[in-house]
């Protein structure tokens, strides 16, 4: 039999001794047990809401003290126990336990948790897609505990967090939303604060996920790209092509709110395009040539309208684009909607006003065959010629 100092070093140095998992699982359990009373954790687990909340206190304590003593090995353990006897239990209420149980230990090792959030939050992520309402339930109050103790150290976990809420937004249980929507809120508050947030990991999900069409994903959404669009130290407007598309998918949703909402959101960055010095027109003149075809009007005319605005701003940064562009507006000119026409037409003499060099990228076929088809021939011929006459 191995001696309690072999067990310690080979506990430190698995490599040397090739034991099985469930061995080194039943140290941990063994640990584990040793500093947890067998009542805290029948009682996490209890149908009694007081008899969980005094374990959770009692697990807290003895959590804390842990920590002052400076043994994370027995706080490890005692986390490796409540995932593995307690989070992969068949039964809920002991799927609850664990995550009452790992939100207990959290608050009890206060500003040392950050070391052992690889071990926590994971668990309780897992917990979202729980099919028992009321483990998603718990496992958001859970994850709001462990968020308001670490604050913005969880930011590491935060895609994972995000996408999460995204799929929660739509769950089928009220209560569960409800509890969603806390999180949510001080996921919010902590990413505001946080100097660890990386838009640049954080867009591509959310490019991906600008592609749902479900309406409370969308408002999801939206709220996202507006409160992160607010914090002066993260650039959405340097990104906005890589979800400028989704935003106007949402401007002819059924839903009046989320239409209220995207027009908010692209009238905010609209604005802030006009007072940038540097702005990737070429890249979103590609997606608002697309969305002034929209059979929707509103959508129209805001592509038109932003349309308008570009080529007063761009200037000769959309000479590749004049044929696109010229294909958007000249159908629009002659819209039903009264509107779209007196924007159309603005744009249409705008863009006739440019003096640009035809000699790189401007495409005097393109413009002709444009103009032809929309019946515009001799008015854009004769500028086509002036162009190609420089």
């Known amino acids: 039999m191995l001696s309690a100092a072999v067990l310690a070093k080979s506990r430190s140095e698995k490599a040397i001794f090739h034991f099985p998992f469930w061995f080194w699982l039943f140290l941990d359990m063994a640990d584990a047990t040793s500093v947890i009373p067998a009542s805290v954790f029948r009682n996490l687990s209890d149908k009694l809401y007081e008899k969980r909340k005094n374990a959770a206190l009692e697990l807290e304590g003895i959590v804390k003290q842990l920590a002052t003593a400076g043994d994370h090995d027995k706080i490890s353990a005692v986390i490796n126990l409540l995932t593995t006897e307690f989070m992969l239990s068949p039964q809920a209420n002991h799927r609850k336990g664990g995550l009452i149980g790992l939100a207990a230990a959290t608050v009890g090792l206060t500003t040392e948790a950050s070391q052992h959030l690889e071990q ?9 897609s729980d099919q028992d309402a009321r483990v998603r339930y718990y496992a958001c109050e859970a994850l709001y505990n ?6 913005g150290e969880f930011i590491v976990f935060f895609n994972q967090i995000f996408d999460a809420l995204c799929k929660l937004s739509v769950d089928s249980d009220p209560n ?6 806390l999180l949510d809120r001080l996921v919010k508050d902590i990413v505001t604060e946080s100097d660890q947030f990386s838009i640049e990991e954080f867009i591509p999900l959310l490019k991906e996920r600008m592609n749902v069409l ?13 409160v992160l669009d607010s914090v002066p130290d993260i650039d959405m407007l340097g990104f906005l092509p890589d979800f400028l598309d989704g935003l106007f998918s949402m401007l002819s949703d059924a839903s009046h709110e989320i239409r209220q909402q995207a027009d908010s959101a692209l009238s905010e960055f609209l604005q802030e395009i006009k007072n940038s010095p540097s702005v990737d027109y070429g890249r979103m003149a590609e997606i608002l ?9 509103f959508t129209r005319l805001t592509a038109i309208t932003w349309i308008n605005e570009f080529v007063k701003l761009g200037g000769d940064q959309l000479v590749r684009y004049y044929a696109d562009i010229l294909g958007a507006i000249l159908p629009c000119i002659s819209d039903k909607e009264e509107k779209i026409r007196v924007v159309a037409r603005e744009t249409n003499e705008e863009l006739r006003a440019i003096n640009c060099d035809p000699g790189e990228a401007f495409d005097v076929g393109a413009i002709l065959s444009i103009a032809r088809r929309c019946s515009f021939f001799f008015t854009w011929e ?3 010629l002036k162009f190609y006459q420089k």
């Open 214 to 226: 479900h309406a409370y994903v969308r408002q999801f959404l939206v709220g996202w790209i507006t």
């Open 146 to 151: 462990i968020a308001k103790v670490v604050r």
């Open 176 to 181: 569960v939303q409800s509890a969603a929507h």
């Open 382 to 384: 004769m500028l086509a």
């Open 289 to 297: 040539v697309q969305r002034a075809a929209s059979p929707d009007e």
């Open 120 to 128: 926590i939050v994971p668990p309780v992520l897992n917990s979202f």
